[in-house]
C-alpha cells in the first residue's frame, strides 16, 4: 500500500520562499516518477513538477524559474523548492507517484500567500 506524506506548507510572503516535503512509503522509491501537484481554491489539481528517478526534472511554465523539485531516494523522499513565491502559488499541494492506477494521493500541505 502506497502512502505519502506531505509536510512543509505554511504561510509565506510574496516573494518568499518554502520548501514542502513528500515522504513516501510502500513502492521501490527510487524506480518511480514522482510528480508534485498544485490545487487552487475552486480550481482541479495540476501538475506542478515531475522528476523522474535518475532526476530529470520537468515544470509547469508557470514555475519555471521559480520552482526545483528534487529528491533524495535514501530518505524515500521528494521535494518542492518554492522560491519567487507569488499569490497564485496559494493552494493545497500534494505529491503522486505517476503512472500508477488509482493515483495515490497524500492529505496535501497548505501554502498560504499573503503580504
Known amino acids: 500500500q502506497v502512502q505519502l506524506v506531505e509536510s512543509g506548507g505554511g504561510l509565506v510572503q510574496p516573494g518568499g520562499s518554502l520548501r514542502l516535503s513528500c515522504e513516501v512509503s510502500?513502492?521501490?522509491?527510487?524506480?518511480?516518477?514522482m510528480g508534485w501537484y498544485h490545487q487552487a481554491p475552486g480550481k482541479e489539481r495540476e501538475l506542478v513538477a515531475r522528476?523522474?528517478?535518475?532526476?530529470?526534472?520537468t515544470y509547469a511554465d508557470s514555475v519555471k524559474g521559480r520552482f526545483t523539485i528534487s529528491r533524495d531516494n535514501s530518505k524515500n523522499t521528494v521535494y518542492l523548492q518554492m522560491n519567487s513565491v507569488k499569490f497564485e502559488d496559494a493552494g493545497v499541494y500534494y505529491c503522486?507517484?505517476?503512472?500508477?492506477?488509482?493515483?495515490?494521493w497524500g492529505q496535501g500541505t497548505q501554502v498560504t500567500v499573503s503580504s
Open positions: 503522486t507517484v505517476e503512472y500508477l492506477y488509482p493515483a495515490p
Open positions: 510502500g513502492i521501490i522509491f527510487s524506480i518511480n516518477v
Open positions: 522528476i523522474t528517478g535518475r532526476g530529470a526534472a
